[in-house]
């Protein structure tokens, strides 16, 4: 966002198309700029060729229109926060590409704009947030739409305060806003700007269930690569259908999951800017590097690359000196430099802040093992059971022997049967091909049943020397009862802090130790996992279930002593399988102080497990 007084506003906010010429500028080279905003400068070119030569193309674009809304900008907002506190909001060019765009292309049948659905991909501190409040407050007091109702939206109202405090801020500086607006609520807990008209511009989430009924003319929606369904965007396009000319503003980083919603809306946007998928209603603006750039990761140290994918950065938003800074810091540490590649530079990983990357996993298979040579060899387990319909895991962790140095891990998965292929298509997992392939095993109906999860356990370790499985003691409500109807005899253990050992409720059976789910219980053993992952003393099967939990797994701090647990919430996608592996790490630790069980466990469960 560029700098100027009220003064220079007026020369700046001439009636030239600022939209095209940015446009005009890229394709001819003198704006660098990636593969996708070129091919959507030269979308907008080919669109105006073809507006002035096809009388039967339904669109036109509308000059006065497109600079209209950027004087709204320029004009009535001012911007807030550190040097930018109360400067006029001048957009840069390619906001003003964005802006010009999306209010400037209109159908020719009925004069409303064309464009329905604008995703937006930038960097992190490129300016998209303010970008988006704008916009929502343009649809609420300059639009032309009665009882307009505009809504930020995100996965969690937090997220969604971020971008409404921007308009909040909008609001406070700019008297001619505050004579058309009312907002509810006192300083920071305002939570609403309304009209005398029955317009509104407020907050909405997906946390609050139940919701219904609303009929957005503008929907703003931050932060798409943190969202984990469609959930919040389905509900409020649900009700466009009572609008003229409804507006899905999506702004996002780059993610980390490409089975997202997110990533969906990337690929579509990528095709349709490059002209090679049609949706006249799609309006995208990524930014990414070009592929010569990615090579040896040449970007990093080539300054010039930068502008091409941070369109903000010669206007000091985020500035080279923070980029470097960035960079110097990330140096060494594989998770760090994957997020500064995201967030600096629009490079999708495999997960935020992925804790395990491909470049240490995938050297690790082994498939050709003879898994033979794991029969009588001392083993650790550990049962993460899911809710109703989640993936269940179940992990084996053998301990090196002279003849075979590594540990090796053996991991076995369930999920329910009935619509997997529906379930497949909504998590963009496909679970169908891997059931087919034998990596993971659907249980009838609509949930896992915990009877076949037991009689896998009895029957594993019958065939191995398992010394003990760690679970969660959350899960395991009923388990102890099906266990009993199965015939198959567990142990409960207790670890006893002054004897330094566990104390089964048993002598014979599957021993069973409880696992807790906290930092203090979870940090030494993702430290131990992750020790035998570096110095690469362990060895996978492949598994490609296991391989994606993996990937999806993401290590969090959890307080300030840097205790560090696999989080589920900020991870993409399941990591059931990384957390077993976790687990069962843990408990090898203390393998000194466990006894083989294999051979009474073998004399007890010679009779056939009865089916329920």
């Known amino acids: 966002m560029a700098i100027a007084t009220k003064k220079t506003i007026k020369k700046t906010t001439c009636s030239t198309d600022r939209a095209t010429l940015y446009a005009k500028a890229v394709t001819a080279g003198e704006i660098a700029a990636g593969p996708y905003v070129r091919g959507a400068c030269l979308r907008h070119i080919h669109d105006l060729e073809k507006a002035e030569n096809d009388p039967a193309y339904p669109f036109r674009y509308c000059e006065k229109e497109a600079s209209g809304a950027i004087r709204f900008f320029e004009e009535h ?43 937006i991909e930038t960097p992190k501190g490129s300016g998209k947030s303010p970008l988006a409040a704008g916009i929502g407050l343009k649809g609420l007091v300059a639009d032309k739409e009665p009882r307009a109702e505009i809504y930020a939206a995100a996965t969690y109202k937090d997220q969604a305060m971020v971008l409404f405090r921007d308009s909040i801020a909008f ?33 909405i989430s997906s946390e609050k269930k139940g919701q219904s009924g609303p009929r957005p003319h503008m929907v703003l929606l931050d932060e798409i690569h943190e969202h984990r369904d469609g ?66 990761d040449s970007y990093l140290s080539d300054e010039s690359l930068w502008s091409k994918v941070n369109p903000s950065i010669d206007a000091g938003i985020p500035g080279y000196g923070y980029i470097r800074g960035q960079i110097l810091e990330a140096q060494g540490m594989g998770s760090k430099m994957a997020t500064v590649k995201r967030l600096c530079f629009c490079i999708w990983t495999e997960a935020d802040n992925p804790w395990i990357s491909g470049e240490i996993w995938n050297p690790l298979l082994d498939k050709d093992f003879d898994n033979s040579l794991l029969e009588s060899r001392k083993c650790w387990g550990a049962l993460d059971l899911s809710a109703v319909n989640d993936l269940t895991s179940y992990t084996l962790l053998f301990e090196p022997i002279e003849d075979d140095p590594f540990w090796r891990l053996k991991p076995a998965f369930w999920i329910p049967g009935e619509n997997l292929r529906r379930k497949a298509e909504i998590d963009h997992v496909p679970y169908d091909v891997w059931v087919k392939q034998g990596h993971l095993f659907a249980s009838k109906g609509p949930t896992i049943s915990k009877t076949e ?52 409720d048993s002598q014979s059976g599957i021993k069973m130790m409880p696992f807790g789910q906290g930092p203090k219980s979870m940090a030494p053993a993702v430290d131990k996992f992750e020790t035998f992952l570096l110095n690469k003393e362990i060895r996978h099967d492949g598994n490609p279930v296991q391989t994606w939990c993996m990937a999806n797994a993401v290590v969090k701090d959890d307080d300030e002593d840097g205790y560090r647990k696999i989080s589920k919430r900020k991870s993409i996608g399941r990591v059931d399988g990384a957390v077993t592996a976790v687990m069962a790490c843990g408990i090898a630790e203390k393998k000194e102080e466990h006894t083989s069980g294999m051979e009474e466990r073998a004399k007890a469960g010679q009779d056939v497990i009865r089916s329920i």
């Open 453 to 504: 999860v037991i009689k896998h356990i009895h029957e594993s370790s019958l065939k191995y020397d398992i010394q003990g499985i760690a679970f969660d003691r959350d899960r395991m409500a009923d388990f102890r009862e099906l266990a009993t109807k199965a015939e198959v005899e567990f142990a409960y253990g207790k670890w006893d802090k002054e004897k330094h050992q566990w104390i089964f």
């Open 171 to 203: 609001y406070d500086q700019s008297p001619e806003l505050q004579k058309r607006l009312i907002a509810s609520g006192v300083g920071d807990k305002r939570w609403k700007l309304a009209n005398d008209k029955g317009g509104f511009f407020k907050v």
């Open 231 to 296: 959930t919040v965007i389905e509900m409020l396009r649900a009700g466009f259908k009572f609008r003229r000319q409804p507006l899905s503003f999506m702004i996002t980083n780059s993610g980390h999951d490409k089975t997202s919603v997110c990533w969906e809306y990337h690929d579509i946007g990528c095709q349709i800017a490059c002209e090679l998928r049609q949706n006249d209603e799609f309006f995208a603006y990524i930014c990414s590097l070009d592929d010569e750039d990615l090579v040896d």
């Open 77 to 119: 907002l001012f911007l807030n926060g550190g040097q930018f506190e109360g400067k006029p909001f001048l957009l840069l060019p390619w906001q003003c590409f964005v802006v010009g765009s999306i209010f400037g292309w209109k159908r020719k049948s009925d004069d409303m704009r064309r464009f329905r659905v604008a995703y």
